[in-house]
Structure formats: C-alpha cells, structure tokens
C-alpha cells in the first residue's frame, strides 16, 4: 500500500512532462524555465538543500518529439542547467510521444510499496499532433500497476490549449477532470513554484496524503 506521507523513506515522483514546442516562444518558455527552476529550489529548501531527499524528480520536454531530461533523481540532484534550458525550437505538439516517454520512466522507476504516490504534470500551450494516440497514452499512464500506486495525471493549459484534450487526458476524482488552466505567463511563474512549496511544506509537517496534496494543488 503506497505510503500516506511524503518522507524522505517514503519520497514523492513527481514527473513535469513540459511543452517546448515553437508555440511557447518568447515570454511563456522564459517564465517556464524560471518557473521549473524555483520550484525544484522550493523542494531542496524544504530538504534542507537535498541532503535529505523526500522527492524524486523526472523532466520530460517535447515538441516533435520528447527527451528525458531528468530522471528520477532527489531534488539536490537535478542538473538545474539542463531542466531549465527550454528553448522552444523543438517543432509541433507531439503529445502522444511525450506521454509515453513518461510511461517509460514510471516504469523504469516503479518505487517501493512504501513510497508516496506518483503524480505526472503535463503542461502544453497547444493542441496535441494527433489527439487518439495521446489520450490513448494518457489511459496507459494512468492504469499503470506501479508498486508505488497508480500515477495521478494532472493537466495544466495555457494559450490554445485544447480545453477538452487536456480533460479528458487528466485523471477525474469525484467526477472532476484534475485540469488547471492559466490565463498567461506569470501564471505559470507562481504555479509550478507554488507545486514545490505545498508539497514540502506537507511532508515536513508530515500531514501531506496523496488526496490532500492533490486537492491542494488544485486550488493554487
């Protein structure tokens, strides 16, 4: 049974699948870069600078197609340089690719039963390349039989992005699409920081279940 805390015996995959494609040019991948990096810095504060690692961190960037750029490292581990060098060069929304690069990297990194749940964040400004491989993709990712629970697969849109796709590609609790959209750049600046912040400030208040840290998230 997957653990009920975020510790450091029981850390948290969070898995950031982010849109680089030409679309997000300018202003929005500048904030995304900066965004990414204070977040992972919010997680080693917490941490006390990842000595102590309660979280296991994969980067996934894609456009016409995806690269790994980080994989299931603690926080004091990230190649900062290399996570926040999104540059919006890398062609259209292949979506369908993106998702199962992450597949491959839950299933390369499974967890122990002990471990908290694992929670995928996909962020695109777009519409997806081709629609029925992609939420084909996202039903794999969510029914993975991970030792560490199944993956919670949390959307978040900007710009065009496809309000119906990322709906239905996101996991639904309570007959709620767990999809957030933001209305511009500095969104994204206080969302994904504001991820790192609720997330350690629960484990070391020891009170961050997979369900509250997922309803907290929500409501940033």
């Given at each position: ?125 777009g519409r997806p390349d081709h629609r029925l491989r992609a939420l084909d993709r996202g039903a794999r ?47 994204i600046k206080y969302f994904f920081p504001t991820i790192g912040t609720v997330a350690a400030s629960m ?18």
């Amino acid at each position: 049974m997957p653990a009920e805390k975020i510790t450091s015996r029981s850390p948290w995959h969070a898995v950031l699948v982010l849109d680089d494609s030409e679309s997000m040019k300018g202003r929005k991948i500048e904030t995304l870069n900066d965004a990414i990096g204070a977040m992972i810095d919010e997680m080693r504060l917490w941490s006390g600078g990842g000595q102590k690692p309660y979280f296991r961190v994969s980067v996934i960037s894609f456009g016409s197609s995806a690269t790994v750029l980080s994989e299931a490292v603690g926080e004091g581990a990230v190649d900062i340089a290399r996570v926040t060098s999104l540059r919006a060069d890398s062609g259209t929304t292949n979506a369908a690719e993106a998702l199962t690069k992450a597949i491959e990297v839950l299933e390369r990194n499974p967890g122990e039963a002990t471990h908290f749940e694992p929670f995928v964040f996909f962020f695109s400004d777009g519409r997806p390349d081709h629609r029925l491989r992609a939420l084909d993709r996202g039903a794999r990712l969510k029914s993975l039989r991970l030792a560490s629970g199944e993956p919670r697969l949390i959307t978040i849109g900007i710009g065009d992005a496809d309000d119906g796709f990322m709906k239905e590609l996101a996991t639904v609790r309570h007959g709620e699409a767990r999809y957030r959209r933001l209305n511009d750049a500095d969104d994204i600046k206080y969302f994904f920081p504001t991820i790192g912040t609720v997330a350690a400030s629960m484990a070391a208040d020891r009170r961050s279940s997979a369900d509250q840290l997922e309803e907290a998230i929500m409501i940033i």
